[in-house]
């Protein structure tokens, strides 16, 4: 099967969104399939070949971890100033037969990339984005989960602070 891996992003967690994308892309050429590591942030730029690698190509993906956070700032000027998602990830994503969401925090967590997908009839893996979407706001979560009997312990919303 031909699967595009989706990592990094634009979030604070995009280091271990990296690591995580290295780590189920090789995992997945090891069970056989054709994967493709993309960032869905920074994207493919034009005139690179999108590939698709298998085992046998002898790739293996690899991404450190650093002991802060990433640095969005650099990130956002080497990506893509149009949106969430990074120039021919869509394309990519459309010459797959599945996408691996391995993104955390942000598009990747909040259902916009799930809607995108969803959108073009790409089928991926995880939950869907009205999920994503109700689940990335814990106020409004623990809402629907009381309305619904679910046990849930009490809570009170915090106001972010305005910096």
């Not at 399939?33 to 070949?49: A, R």
């Not at 979560?141 to 312990?153: G, S």
Request: glycine share 12%.
């Amino acid at each position: 099967m031909k699967i595009a891996v989706l990592a990094g992003g634009y979030s604070p967690e995009r280091e271990v969104s990296l690591s995580s994308g290295a780590m189920i892309t090789n995992a997945l050429m090891e069970q056989g399939h054709e994967v493709c590591l993309i960032d869905s942030y920074l994207g493919i730029p034009d005139g690179e070949e999108i590939r698709f690698y298998r085992l046998k190509d002898g790739m293996e993906f690899s991404s450190h971890i650093g002991e802060s956070a990433p640095d969005l700032e650099h990130v956002k000027r080497r990506g893509s100033l149009r949106g969430i998602m990074g120039n021919r990830v869509m394309e990519a994503c459309m010459e797959s037969e599945m996408v691996f969401l391995a993104l955390h925090g942000g598009a990747g967590e909040n259902g916009q990339i799930q809607a995108i997908l969803d959108g073009f009839g790409i089928p991926y893996t995880g939950t869907g984005y009205e999920g994503c979407f109700k689940a990335m706001d814990k106020h409004l979560a623990k809402l629907l989960m009381r309305e619904e009997n679910i046990p849930t312990p009490e809570w009170r919303p915090a106001m972010k602070s305005q910096s």
